[in-house]
């Protein structure tokens, strides 16, 4: 009998199948809707945790003035100093800002907050806290470079000093330079914020990875750009107030908006756990 005898029949392919990945087991984060009432919200959840614990809330704003003073003094003597401290202030700000969050997660769970507890929380989230601050600080050179790109277009001449700076931001004549350098600062502004708004309690509160916190940010921004945009406007606006008598403001102003950042994450992202197996 041969291969192309009748009788023998070749067996039937198997039918295709798609790929259906498994139910998650873990819980996922669901962005809530928001109103432009909430961040008003949150300052005065903050003010009130601020309150509670107010001697562990000026440790922290005294740290974030001694920052502001350190970069405005660099700025004034050795413009071009600026990006390297203002790294090196994005590289411990954010591990301070935990240490505030942690207060208000104690405050929440009803724990009594520490500073001990506060200035040490990180160290379980160091590999994620050190992941995005790297993404922070790559971002931030990035708006260094594109920014030093912005300035060698427009001043063909050099750059100019700390002086010409702000005369070229004032001067009617360089409003072109002044509309593309805010552009490109806007849109990496966004970047930064839109990465950083909640990623950070997020990595306290459930010790993900710094990649997935980033994402679920962003997302939060996607989800809510109108309340979230609004929230970002008010966080400048308090800082600029809070720097207009040489930085002192940041004392109580600091350490607020850390306490606000966390309940700005505790209000926009709901965590939905996986449903039970059959």
């Known amino acids: 009998m041969t291969d192309s005898d009748p009788a023998i029949k070749p067996e039937p392919e198997p039918a295709y199948r798609p790929y259906v990945p498994p139910p998650s087991t873990v819980p996922q984060a669901v962005m809530r ?5 909430d961040p008003l919200r949150w300052l005065r959840a903050g003010a009130r945790d601020f309150g509670a614990a107010p001697g562990i809330g000026l440790f922290y704003g005294g740290c974030f003035w001694a920052m502001a003073l350190v970069l405005g003094l660099v700025f004034r ?23 505030l969050y942690e207060v208000s997660r104690r405050r929440e769970q009803g724990m009594a907050p520490t500073l001990g507890a506060s200035a040490t929380c990180w160290e379980p989230h160091l590999r994620s806290m050190a992941m995005l601050v790297l993404v922070l600080i790559v971002l ?41 350098y805010l552009l490109v600062g806007g849109l990496f502004a966004l970047l930064v914020y839109s990465t950083a708004v909640v990623s950070i309690p997020m990595i306290l509160d459930r010790d993900t990875d ?24 008010l966080i400048a606006l308090l800082i ?6 040489w930085g002192a403001g940041l ?12 309940h700005a ?8 756990e996986p449903p039970a197996a059959a």
């Open 33 to 37: 809707p928001l109103g432009l009432l």
């Open 77 to 99: 003597n050795r413009p071009e100093y600026v990006m390297s401290i203002a790294s090196g202030c994005l590289l411990l700000g954010p591990f301070l800002a935990m240490g």
């Open 140 to 180: 931030e050179l990035l708006w260094g470079r594109a920014s030093l790109v912005v300035f060698a277009v427009f001043f063909n001449t050099g750059m100019p000093s700390t002086t010409g700076v702000v005369q070229a931001i004032f001067n009617p004549d360089n409003l072109d330079f002044v509309g593309v």
């Open 210 to 233: 710094a990649i997935s916190a980033a994402i679920t940010s962003i997302r939060v921004v996607a989800a809510n750009p109108i309340t979230m945009g609004w929230w970002g406007a």
């Open 240 to 245: 600029a107030l809070a720097l207009l008598p």
């Open 251 to 262: 004392l109580v102003v600091g350490p607020v908006l850390g306490h606000a950042s966390w």
């Open 265 to 272: 994450y505790r209000g926009a992202v709901r965590w939905q």
